[in-house]
């Protein structure tokens, strides 16, 4: 694999120093040898979450009991794959369906990793559509996960209604040796539970079972497949000193040093599921100890003068489907002096890809000298979540929700985007919305408008999937983050049933969803970040265009 370099001339003698520096202190070799102490002195959850490094290996023995398991599926008459699960044990598989697709005659993917009531609906009624015949794979990699066994209560109690006693041959757990998930599967009689590797964290799992299980599913050559990445990693054994993922994660270290923190990925749309898979890894992975590479999915493009001099630019192109529009759009990035990483994807070589970013990111975190392996934050919403749940879900009035009245939001914004005491680095839309297509351009629109009249990079993603994901740098960085939150009100709402085994952590999705978003954003205030909140009222889309014209008058 190869990539350009636009523009770093600049730099080119800090990164020759920092790829001599690799050399110095055989990374390597200290990698392959699963050295804790090229990141930190104590070895906590570093040595044990090293298993990424030869998964592309130790995946063989399992392929053939998957392809046996995945005839089996499929000649049961399965034609719906729905994947419940969040964070990375979700957004590989994602990228895999989106980026390389099922084969013909093989079941399609569908992910839900949201406890919106109306995207669960939605997935209900996929489910439920006349002639499907679903099979829901309940991924986690501790077992615990309160969305993903929320999830599985509801489509679990779901299929009780339809195939009584035998529900459970509908489902498949995706969870590591011991976990409760494993022990609920058995008792629920689901039809397989496939196990991970315990010595790889959730974020770097792509290619362990959380990403390739559904992948036979889906009828892939897992063979052919991960043939680029068995390769990259033979490269990393044979000590090559210009192996791709270490050039490119000592150039993320290099430039977060230069204060080029802001990685921007530029991306076509069949691979915007790449960036989210890309945005969690390099987030989750060094966000914390007050430093940080902010990641942010470019899907519209802003104007060149609205970058300042934090920006890493990341292009991807697809190698068999050049998109004119975003070459024309890279010649003008390049002509604009900004740092440029031009990066080619052939299809059949996305494992190479998903091994590159993993063994770039632990080494962006050995030059921040951070632990990319752990999430320090990650626990204090969960916390809050539980908090606010035991004692009752507040009221928008308690919570200080705002509703979005057009005057009272101008004035509120006014007041909240020119606060002369505080100049912030970026800023983040923090979408407790139900996600869909029509939104998903209203908030690539809303986030551009944003970037182009603060002069701010900003990005968004939907809640509760960004707490596995982005929620760990938010709260771990230097805090110059500013926060939009923005909240549904739909009335849509589904109870979630408790299961022998499984109580409910919530009695609706809705009180769920809504804790999260309470639990989040009460997280980030003790945390010193600053954050407004608005309750949307009226439908999600029309609200957010109406956003933009506010913003556009400040």
Same mark, same amino acid.
């Given at each position: ?15 020759? &120093? ?18 804790? +102490? ?36 499929? +000649? ?39 406890? &919106? ?151 076509? &749309? ?32 802003? =104007? ?94 308690? +919570? ?68 596995? &994901? ?7 960085? $230097? ?18 049933? +408790? ?6 952590? $919530? ?25 407004? =909140? ?21």
């Amino acid at each position: 694999m190869k990539f350009e370099t636009h523009n770093l001339d600049l730099w080119q003698k800090d990164i020759r &120093s920092a790829l001599d520096e690799i050399q110095r202190v055989n990374f390597s070799g200290r990698l392959l040898r699963k050295d804790h +102490s090229l990141w930190q002195e104590q070895d906590r959850e570093i040595s044990s979450r090293l298993g990424w490094l030869d998964s592309p290996l130790r995946m063989n023995r399992l392929l053939q009991d998957y392809r046996h398991q995945a005839e089996k599926i499929r +000649s049961a008459g399965t034609d719906l794959l729905i994947l419940l699960g969040m964070g990375g044990s979700s957004l590989a598989p994602e990228a895999i369906s989106q980026i390389i697709g099922s084969r013909p005659g093989w079941p399609r993917l569908l992910m839900l990793d949201s406890t &919106s009531p109306g995207a669960v609906q939605a997935v209900a009624e996929a489910a439920l559509a006349k002639d499907c015949r679903p099979l829901f794979l309940v991924s986690s990699k501790s077992g615990t996960t309160a969305e993903t066994l929320s999830l599985l209560n509801y489509f679990y109690s779901r299929q009780i209604e339809i195939r009584g006693p035998q529900a459970g041959k509908n489902f498949v757990a995706i969870t590591d040796p011991g976990t409760p998930l494993e022990k609920l599967a058995g008792e629920l009689g689901f039809s397989l539970t496939v196990n991970g590797f315990p010595d790889i964290g959730g974020r770097f799992s792509a290619l362990s079972p959380f990403g390739l299980f559904p992948a036979a599913l889906m009828g892939l050559d897992l063979d052919k497949f991960l043939a680029p990445a068995s390769g990259s990693y033979q490269q990393l054994r044979r000590g090559e000193p210009v192996h791709p993922g270490l050039v490119l994660g000592s150039i993320l270290g290099v430039m977060f040093r230069a204060g080029r923190d802001k990685l921007t990925l530029l991306l076509p &749309s069949p691979l915007r599921s790449l960036g989210r898979w890309l945005e969690q890894l390099v987030a989750e992975s060094t966000g914390k100890e007050g430093k940080g590479i902010l990641p942010i999915l470019e899907n519209l493009p802003v =104007s060149e003068d609205s970058y300042g001099l934090d920006r890493l630019l990341i292009f991807y192109e697809l190698e068999s489907q050049p998109d004119i529009f975003w070459q024309d759009r890279l010649e003008k990035l390049k002509a604009s002096g900004q740092p440029v990483i031009q990066i080619s994807l052939a299809r059949e070589e996305l494992a190479a890809h998903f091994y590159l970013w993993e063994l770039a990111t632990a080494v962006a975190g050995y030059f921040l000298g951070i632990n990319p392996f752990d999430q320090p934050d990650v626990e204090l919403t969960k916390k809050k979540t539980r908090e606010l749940l035991a004692s009752g879900t507040p009221s928008s009035t308690e +919570s200080g929700l705002l509703s979005a009245d057009r005057e009272l939001l101008a004035a509120q914004l006014k007041s909240y985007f020119e606060d002369k005491n505080f100049r912030p680095g970026y800023l983040a839309l923090l979408c407790f919305l139900a996600p869909g297509g029509n939104l998903d351009i209203a908030l690539d629109n809303l986030a551009r408008q944003f970037s182009e009249k603060f002069h701010l990079p900003c990005l968004w993603n939907y809640g509760p999937a960004y707490l596995h &994901s982005t929620g760990q740098l938010f709260k771990g960085d $230097a805090g110059r983050g500013k926060f939009l939150g923005l909240i549904d009100d739909d009335p849509v709402d589904l109870a979630i049933p +408790s299961l022998p085994g499984s109580p409910a952590l $919530a009695g609706s999705f809705k009180q769920l969803f809504m804790a999260q978003a309470l639990a989040d954003f009460a997280a980030l205030k003790q945390k010193g970040r600053e954050i407004m =909140s608005l309750r949307f009222v009226g439908h999600p889309v029309e609200t957010i265009f109406s956003l933009g014209e506010i913003i556009r008058k400040i």
